[in-house]
Each structure stands twice: as structure tokens, then as C-alpha cells.
């Protein structure tokens, strides 16, 4: 059964760049697209955008110019990075299997951006 | 962007009754790309509906769904205490994926 685990820092200064990882078990990495969401606290979800093995991407429009993201097969790990960070990138980030629906998802991080 | 909307934006019901959920799209999702998840507070969402009808696996068969084009429904059969929850559709026919604004069910 694939597992999802995200991680990394927890709070973020505004203006610098969050960070965040997602391990995977279970499945290979090789095996499939993998995909990050967020969801702002009490609202709704938003796609941010999905990655091959291979490293292919595609971004979400609305934060393209902000956002990498990357996959390390060695490790079963695929990352994210929004630099220039905003209150308004408070969120929860979770990672997804999947380029379209997503059958497993990771318990999410909670990212505060604070000033 | 495809932009999804969903209605209504609380369904207040009891357990035993029938839930109704409608996610309605700005332009066609081509091939029924669209899913429904169910998330509870604190946790991720969970899917229940993949290729607008198709229940993933586990899924009981109280919960079922239909539509295409740019109409889609999801239907809980008879609520039970733990389907009390706020509902997304999401659809994967285009990109960017986008998500409806959620339904909650109280």
C-alpha cells in the first residue's frame, strides 16, 4: 500500500522560499506522476502542479513564476518550492499520486508564513 | 481554466436520508475526467468517485455519482454518522485541475 509523507519546515519568513518534501513508500516513484495540492485553513483545495519521474512538470498558471518542483528517485522523494512567499501561501501542502485523480494523498504539513 | 461549482454550499440532513450534491462546470470535461473526494476535519480528502461515475476501491455503494459534460452529481443514499463531511469535485480533463468550492454535509 503506497504511503505518502510530507515534511519540512513548518514556518516560513514572508518574502523567502517554503520547502517542502514528500517521501513515498509503497510504490515506485518511477511508477507514476506525483502531484501537490494546498488548502489555506477553512477554505478550499488548490492545485499547484505535478511532476514525472522523468521531470516533466506542469505548474499551475497562478503560481508558475514562484513554483519548482522536483523529483529525486533515489530517495522516492519529489519536492516543492514557492519562493517570495506570502501570508496568503499559509497552507496546508499535501502530495498526491497521480496526475489526475489522486487515490492516495500524504496527511499534509501545515505551512505558516509569518512576517 | 475550467471552473467548477458546487451546490449547494451546506446540505443540513439527517442520518437515513438521501444527500444530493451537484458540481456544475464553466466549459465540458472532456472523457468524465472528474472525481469527487470526501474530506473530514484534520484529514487529507479521500477519494470516492474517479471517471465521474466509477466508486474507488472500498468505497461502499451507498455512495454513487453520474453526469458529463458539464453536469455532475454525487449521491449518498443514506447518510450514515460518519459521511457527515464537506465533498470536492475536481476535475482532470483539463489543466490547470481545478476543485469546486466544497459542499458540507451537517
Known amino acids: 500500500q503506497v504511503q505518502l509523507q510530507e515534511s519540512g519546515p513548518r514556518l516560513v519568513k514572508s518574502w523567502e522560499t517554503l520547502s517542502v518534501t514528500c517521501t513515498v513508500s509503497g510504490d515506485s516513484i518511477s511508477n507514476n506522476y506525483w502531484t501537490w495540492i494546498r488548502q489555506p485553513p477553512g477554505k478550499g483545495l488548490e492545485w499547484i502542479g505535478f511532476i514525472y519521474y522523468s521531470g516533466d512538470t506542469n505548474y499551475n498558471p497562478s503560481l508558475k513564476s514562484r513554483v519548482t518542483i522536483s523529483v529525486d528517485t533515489s530517495k522516492s522523494q519529489f519536492s516543492l518550492r514557492l519562493s517570495s512567499v506570502t501570508a496568503a501561501d499559509t497552507a496546508v501542502y499535501y502530495c498526491?499520486?497521480?496526475?489526475?485523480?489522486?487515490?492516495?494523498w500524504g496527511q499534509g504539513i501545515l505551512v505558516t508564513v509569518s512576517s | 481554466e475550467i471552473v467548477l461549482t458546487q451546490s449547494p454550499g451546506t446540505l443540513s440532513l439527517s442520518p437515513g436520508e438521501r444527500a444530493t450534491l451537484s458540481c456544475r462546470a464553466s466549459?465540458?470535461?472532456?472523457?468524465?475526467?472528474l472525481a469527487w473526494y470526501q474530506q473530514k476535519p484534520g484529514q487529507a480528502p479521500r477519494l470516492l468517485i474517479y471517471g465521474a461515475s466509477s466508486r474507488a476501491t472500498g468505497i461502499p455503494d451507498r455512495f454513487s455519482a453520474s453526469g458529463s459534460g458539464t453536469d455532475f452529481t454525487l449521491t449518498i443514499s443514506r447518510l450514515e454518522p460518519a459521511d457527515f463531511a464537506v465533498y470536492y469535485c475536481?476535475?482532470?480533463?483539463?489543466?490547470?485541475?481545478?476543485f469546486g468550492q466544497g459542499t458540507k454535509v451537517e
Open positions: 466549459q465540458i470535461i472532456t472523457s468524465n475526467s
Open positions: 475536481q476535475q482532470y480533463g483539463g489543466s490547470p485541475r481545478t
Open positions: 498526491a499520486r497521480a496526475w489526475g485523480y489522486h487515490d492516495s
